[in-house]
Structures are given as C-alpha cells and as structure tokens.
C-alpha cells in the first residue's frame, strides 16, 4: 500500500514567507544614521597675491596679482551623518541630511608663483628672510603636509527606491546643499592658511538597503560630493588667497528606522 505524504504550513509559517520577500520600510517618516571612509580628490590650489611683497636684497618684489598655486593630496579620511526624511509609497524618498567628514593632509607639490616652479627655490623666498645655502628648499618644506581639511554640510536629498519585489532594495539619488570648508595647511608646522569658507554643494548617491522589519533597514552607499566653487582661504604666511577644492568619494554604511504604519 503506498502512503501519500501530506505536508502542510502553520500559519505562522506561511506569514513568514509571504512577509520575508516583500518586506519594506513603512511609509512615512525615518530616521537613519551612517558613517564610513572619506577618499578625498587631491585639489589644485590656486589664488594669487592680494598685495604687494617687497623686495629683499636677496629677492625680487611680487607684484599683487601674481598667479599662487600647487597640489595638496590627502589621506583617506572619515564621514559621518544623520538623516530625516519621509518615504512615499511610489517609492521616492525626500530627507534631510546633515554631514561631517575630515581628512589629513598627505602632501604638498610643485608651488608655483607667477607659473614659475620654486620647488627647488631657498624657502626664505616666501618668508622674505636671509637666503642661506643652509635653508631648506621650498619643495622640502611643503612636501611635510601636516595640516586637515574638513567639511560640514547641510543638504535636502531625493531618492528613488528600485522595487525588486525582496527585502533588497537598490536606490540612487542626489542632493543640494551648503557645506562649511575648513582648511588647516600647516606644512613642516609652518602656518601657511587656516580658515574657514563656506560654499554651495551638491552630490550624487547610489547605494543598496535590506529591509530586515516593516520600520528597520540597513544600507550601504557611495556618494560623490563636491561643492560648486572653491573654498576661499586667506594665506597667513604671504598676502595671498588661495582656492582650495573639496571633492570627495564616500563609502559609508548605516541604518534607518521608520515610524509608518
């Protein structure tokens, strides 16, 4: 005699797999909170002098508006950031985000003034002192990059979750917003600049989330930020301002809690 095997689902168990693939971040509002890794864009410095630098018997005058500029990488550095937002049934989400990041100085390269290269030049060019053959060079001063950079920002974000019908839920996104620049150059524990600027921003995100409860996901991103002009920063070893940019990749991971039905 052959037995036919019925097998059947409790309910708790058929709840479970139907609730599993389709779970998703409750209309309405949220609140998340994210950290991660800041991979800053070295930034091409340029001013020029706002007055004029006498000569010395040793040097000759820098006439204001003498062309100033070099390149600055950094090391990787940190984000961190909360947001509010609310999220729409059709699958777009509008938030509030306020972000922090920080980075060290790596280095400085290739100072050139008036388009001349004076790397290899006695540093007593810029501090106007007395040229000495026991002076370091310019390049060797400024190639000790101690110094930070860092960022504050406020921005009003949109995105759009992908519906994929399973607790993953890829989204991109963008956003606008001002951000607070402030730089630290202090180059062989020299003060060249330290000040601060602040600056239209904008960026651009892509990232996946995990809906692991009605009102709990996780997610990671990638956000591209950059600002729409430099960050005017007054020099104090010469009389000069100096545009430093801030264009940065941020890989971050974070989580979101929501208060929808």
Do not use: C
């Amino acid at each position: 005699m052959k037995y036919k095997h019925k097998y059947s689902l409790t309910p708790i168990a058929i709840a479970a797999l139907v609730a599993f693939p389709t779970a998703a971040l409750a209309d309405g509002p949220y609140v998340g909170v994210s950290g991660g890794v800041v991979l800053p864009e070295d930034s091409s410095n340029a001013g020029e002098f706002d007055a004029d630098v006498p000569a010395t018997p040793d040097f000759g005058a820098i006439p204001a508006g003498t062309e100033v500029g070099w390149e600055t990488q950094f090391d990787t550095g940190f984000a961190i950031s909360g947001q509010a937002g609310y999220a729409f049934e059709n699958g777009f989400r509008l938030e509030a985000e306020v972000a922090y990041s920080e980075y060290d100085v790596d280095t400085h390269t290739g100072l050139t003034v008036g388009g001349a290269n004076i790397d290899g030049a006695d540093v007593a060019i810029l501090t106007r002192g007395a040229a000495d053959p026991a002076n370091p060079t310019v390049g060797a001063v400024i190639a000790d990059g101690q110094g930070k950079v860092t960022n504050f920002g406020l921005f009003g974000n949109v995105f759009y979750d992908i519906n994929t019908g399973s607790a993953f839920k890829p989204y991109v996104g963008g956003g606008i917003g001002y951000q607070w620049v402030d730089v630290d150059y202090m180059p062989s524990g020299v003060a060249v600049g330290a000040d601060e600027d602040g600056t239209f921003a904008y960026q651009l995100m892509a990232g996946a989330s995990f809906e692991v409860s009605d009102n709990f996901e996780i997610f990671g991103q990638y956000t591209w930020r950059d600002s729409t002009e430099e960050a005017e920063i007054p020099l104090t070893l010469v009389p000069a301002t100096l545009g430093v940019e801030s264009s940065q990749s941020i890989i971050s991971a974070g989580v979101r809690v929501g208060f929808g039905g």
